[in-house]
């Protein structure tokens, strides 16, 4: 049977600010630039989802789009759009995970994979801006 890879996007805005607590303000400053603002800054994010999976004989599916639908809207639309980040998941909280785009996708991509039903997540890709984005496979 055939295998075939399939890519769904979705979007979502979000707010965040990079910021350790421990430090001085001087040194978040030096280290994350603007990125640090007391108040934050956002992004309208574009997340790109690759799935694999046989092609069912019968539907010519390899993934049920509507399932990956439902999947995307609950654990990353629903939790994370028009949010600010750092004060809706408990991981990005101040004294947590700063909330980089490569910490994102960090969160994202279990909550995503243990859904998928007859079809194995290959790779997420985290668009921050037309020019930027973090791609990642799942390996450590």
């Known amino acids: 049977m055939a ?4 890519t769904r996007r979705v979007r979502f805005s979000a707010a965040h600010r990079y910021h350790r ?14 990125c640090s603002n007391p108040h934050g800054h956002g992004h309208d994010y574009l997340l790109e ?17 509507g399932m ?8 990353v639309t629903a939790p994370l759009d028009h949010q600010h980040l750092n004060h809706v998941v408990p991981e990005f909280a101040p004294g947590g995970l700063i909330p980089t785009t490569e910490n994102i996708l960090q969160w994202i991509w279990p909550r995503v994979a243990a859904r998928m039903e007859g079809a194995r997540l290959v790779r997420m890709r985290l ?3 037309r020019d930027f984005f973090v791609e990642w ?3 450590e």
């Open 49 to 65: 989802v690759v799935l694999e999976a046989p092609v069912d004989a019968q539907t010519g599916f390899s993934v049920d789009l």
């Open 21 to 34: 607590p421990e430090w001085t303000e001087e040194r978040n400053r030096a280290t994350f630039g603007p």
């Open 137 to 139: 496979d799942g390996t």
């Open 3 to 6: 295998r075939m890879q399939l």
């Open 68 to 75: 990956l639908d439902r999947v995307l809207a609950e654990e």
């Open 127 to 129: 668009h921050e801006n």
